[in-house]
Each structure stands twice: as structure tokens, then as C-alpha cells.
């Protein structure tokens, strides 16, 4: 099942700051960068969620990007895997596994419920733009290659001689 070029679902899901965060309200201003992550356990997932928190300043601020990471896990956890890696982004718990499943769905593993991991840039639209699903627990899109989608995304060719 693929997303890209269809409506992203939206979703409304706990938030490690305290709050819920709805997909459609992040959309009023701006793209977003859905990704979802197995679980508070998985390293390649803490290495993707770092690379984020690294550009997700500068994705906000230069293009009104928000970074929105689904993780499986409950807020617990999701609270103490932020504050470990002393991340800058806030964590969606997504215990049940339910946004995930409407992304890149769920398996079972000996950590339980996961999701698969994937990446989607999601438009102001709602239009996924861009899906990668992981053929590989290791396989991640991270942060400066999502910023390089975006930013040569937003930038309109010049017929040559135009100023």
C-alpha cells in the first residue's frame, strides 16, 4: 500500500509536551514530516529521532515544517527516550499502533505491537509528497535529506535568461 500522492490520514495523538497533536491543525501552517518509529527500545529509530531533532529548528523556521514522530510506545516511555537522548522534537505516542497502521502498518515482534518504520513529507495540502517505507529495521529517511527534499521542492526553476 503506498500514500504518496493521496490525502495523508489525519490523526489527533498524546504528545510528549503535555498536549495532543492533531495532523490536520499542524497543516494550517505548513508541510509536516510524518515518520513513524517501532518503539522506545529501537536504536536505529533513537538515531533517526536525533537526526531530526538536529534540523528540525531550521525546517520550522526557514520553512514552516513540523517534525511529528509516531512512535509505538506509550507517553512513559516516549517521555524518558526524549529526555535520554536530550531530544528537541516532541515524541506521538501511538500505543495501540493505530496512526501507524494507517501508514506503513504494524507488525508483531518480540518487543510487541511495532510499527514499521517509514518517513512521508506531507504537503499544506494534506498530499503525501514523498513515502519511504523501511525494507530493513536499519533503513531510515533522515533529517538533512529530508530538508533537501523540501527545500529543492519549494524552489521554482527560472527559465534561463530570467532574472
Given amino acids: 500500500m503506498t500514500l504518496e500522492g493521496d490525502s495523508a490520514p489525519d490523526f489527533t495523538i498524546d504528545s510528549t509536551s503535555g498536549g495532543e497533536v492533531t495532523l490536520s491543525e499542524t497543516l494550517e501552517e505548513g508541510p509536516s514530516v510524518v515518520f513513524v518509529n517501532r518503539g522506545s527500545w529501537c536504536s536505529f529509530c533513537a538515531e533517526q529521532l536525533q537526526t531530526f531533532s538536529q534540523v528540525s529548528y531550521d525546517l520550522w523556521f526557514n520553512d514552516r515544517v513540523d517534525i511529528?514522530?509516531?512512535?509505538?510506545?506509550?507517553?512513559?516511555?516516549?517521555?524518558?527516550?526524549?529526555?535520554?537522548?536530550?531530544?528537541?522534537?516532541?515524541?506521538?505516542?501511538?500505543?495501540?499502533?493505530?496512526?501507524?497502521?494507517?501508514?506503513?502498518?504494524?507488525?508483531?515482534?518480540?518487543?510487541?505491537?511495532?510499527?514499521?518504520?517509514?518517513?512521508?513529507?506531507?504537503?499544506?495540502?494534506?498530499?503525501?509528497?514523498?513515502?519511504?517505507?523501511?525494507?530493513?529495521?536499519?533503513d531510515r529517511t533522515y533529517g538533512n535529506w529530508v530538508r533537501y527534499f523540501i527545500e529543492s521542492a519549494r524552489r521554482k526553476p527560472t527559465p534561463s535568461g530570467v532574472g
Fill in 68 to 138: 511529528l514522530p509516531v512512535v509505538t510506545d506509550d507517553i512513559g516511555a516516549l517521555t524518558e527516550m526524549r529526555d535520554r537522548f536530550d531530544l528537541d522534537i516532541q515524541l506521538l505516542a501511538d500505543p495501540e499502533g493505530a496512526v501507524a497502521e494507517q501508514y506503513s502498518g504494524t507488525e508483531q515482534t518480540s518487543h510487541g505491537l511495532t510499527g514499521v518504520a517509514a518517513t512521508y513529507v506531507i504537503d499544506e495540502d494534506g498530499v503525501v509528497r514523498y513515502e519511504q517505507i523501511a525494507d530493513h529495521p536499519a
